[in-house]
């Protein structure tokens, strides 16, 4: 029973990328569904939340109107598509899953079931 997050590379600044987040072991149907980014020397910071449907979804507002969360229950994986990327992106992301949702608190919350390993996405500027 694990979260596999992938899809990280080094990509130049103003660039693109899609993470996934994929289960094994478990459905994520009944899942609400966080990505996470830790630089180094920075804290864990929320990036974005979807609800178990996919019909709420949240963003920090650094990464708003930039990245789009979605994810494809009949494949068991949720999404992160990461445009116009910025140096300041550079960071490990992980996802994190829950059955609880946490609605418009999810930025502070850190208390999920399951962790995703991190993948590392590097933007060169």
């Known amino acids: 029973v694990q979260l596999q997050a992938s899809g990280g590379g080094l990509v130049q600044a103003g660039g693109s990328l899609r993470l996934s987040c994929a289960a094994s072991?478990?459905?994520?149907?009944?899942?609400?569904i966080a990505w996470f980014r830790q630089a180094p020397g920075k804290e864990r910071e929320g990036i974005s939340y979807?609800?178990?449907?996919?019909?709420?979804?949240y963003y920090a507002d650094s990464v708003k109107g930039r990245f789009t969360i979605s994810r494809d229950n009949d494949k068991n994986t949720v999404y992160l598509q990461l445009n116009s990327l910025k140096a300041e992106d550079t960071a490990v992301y992980y996802c994190a899953a829950d059955k609880r949702w946490y609605g418009s608190r999810w930025y502070f919350v850190r208390e999920y079931e399951f962790w995703g390993q991190g993948t590392q996405v590097t933007v060169s500027s």
């Open positions: 979807i609800s178990s449907s996919g019909g709420s979804t």
């Open positions: 072991g478990f459905t994520l149907d009944y899942y609400a």
